[in-house]
């Protein structure tokens, strides 16, 4: 069975520029996670989807990132414009609803100059 | 806020010893307190999962302890490896599918 599936695994971008990360989940997890990590940290939580209800988006900068998951299955999360503190790793991660483990993809690793 | 501390940034142990690793955390107890493993460059790995009403928990040369009334979890790898040397996380279960990670702690097993 394949696990979490993110892409880019690597990208470089100029500040004031736009980028997107791809996730696709387990095949039948309902619950999906956006997190940032940054060196020498914990993941930190971005947004919670249920399904394709974002149940969860508090700790989202909603003036510069978003975030989608039409139909339920894969999601998207974008930031606009990108700055350079937003250089970090975004992991994507997956779990049964109402299951307490979670399962993580290898992340994007985002570098802003 | 809860807050996690995790004992140290690194922790160097030669092989074959026993590696202790330390998960403190501030306010209320979570009802569940989970440990990730994690590798340059990929994501976290869930290991062990531990209950408030459970003291401890074992997997192979794995071992969580879970004291809520010292609001701490002890997670131990025996006989340790090289193999073992990773990033441990410690994160606390808020339950409704949100758990809140520690910043985690670098395993070094020097052969």
């Known amino acids: 069975e394949a696990g979490v599936v993110q892409s880019p695994r690597y990208k470089i971008i100029e500040k004031k520029q736009p980028v997107a990360f791809w996730c696709n989940p387990i095949?039948?997890?309902?619950?999906l996670y956006w997190y940032l990590q940054n060196l020498g940290q914990g993941p930190e939580l971005l947004i919670r989807?249920?399904?394709?209800?974002?149940?969860?988006d508090s700790q989202l900068p909603k003036d510069r990132f978003s975030a989608e998951r039409l139909k339920g299955v894969d999601s998207t999360l974008k930031i606009q414009p990108a700055e350079l503190g937003d250089s970090a790793v975004y992991l994507c991660a997956s779990s049964l609803s109402g299951e307490n483990i979670q399962y993580f993809g290898a992340g994007t690793r985002l570098s802003v100059l | 806020s809860q807050k996690i501390e995790q004992n140290s940034e690194a922790l160097n142990i030669q092989e074959g010893k026993t590696a202790t690793l330390t998960c403190n955390y501030t306010n209320y107890s979570p009802a569940y307190l989970q440990w990730y493993r994690q590798d340059p460059g990929r994501g976290p790995v869930f290991l062990l999962l531990i209950r408030e009403n459970e003291k401890e928990k074992r997997k192979e040369r794995l071992k969580v302890t879970f004291d809520t009334t010292l609001k701490q979890s002890l997670f131990h790898i025996t006989a340790s490896q090289p193999a073992d040397s990773a990033t441990y996380l410690c994160?606390?279960?808020?339950?409704?599918?949100?758990?809140?990670f520690g910043s985690g702690t670098r395993l070094s097993i020097r052969p």
């Open positions: 994160a606390l279960d808020m339950g409704a599918s949100k758990i809140i």
């Open positions: 095949s039948g997890h309902n619950t």
């Open positions: 989807y249920e399904n394709e209800e974002a149940v969860d």
